[in-house]
Nanobody, 114 residues
Framework: QVQLVESGGGLEQPGGSLRLSCAASGIIFSSYRMAWFRQAPGKQREFVAHITSDGITTNYANSVKGRFTISRDNAKNTVFLQMNSLKPDDTAVYLC???????WGQGTQVTVSS
């Protein structure tokens, strides 16, 4: 059974930072490209960042480029999202996703507000 457990969300002020984690089980984690998506209330789910299985290549949505960093630790079956210079528009539920699969975690809420 595949499990994806996101953590690290919370309430942060504009300009602040948060680090999200997603622990995966039930898959051969090191074989999968991994991604972060987010979904704000009333909006469609949108792509945030992606990392190749070896962790060498990453890409980002334009809205987060230069502020967010995706990384992974294959020994711990975990993918991370370091979020800096947070903006109110970053408020959403953040979900991790093994690329090109139907698996999704429950997500972790990020709220950016003063």
């Amino acid at each position: 059974q595949v499990q994806l457990v996101e953590s690290g969300g919370g309430l942060e002020q504009p300009g602040g930072s948060l680090r999200l984690s997603c622990a995966a089980s039930g898959i051969i984690f090191s074989s999968y490209r991994m991604a972060w998506f987010r979904q704000a209330p009333g909006k469609q789910r949108e792509f945030v960042a992606h990392i190749t299985s070896d962790g060498i290549t990453t890409n980002y949505a334009n809205s987060v480029k230069g502020r967010f960093t995706i990384s992974r630790d294959n020994a711990k079956n975990t993918v991370f999202l370091q979020m800096n210079s947070l903006k109110p528009d970053d408020t959403a539920v953040y979900l991790c996703h093994p690329w090109a699969t139907s698996y999704w975690g429950q997500g972790t809420q990020v709220t950016v507000s003063s």
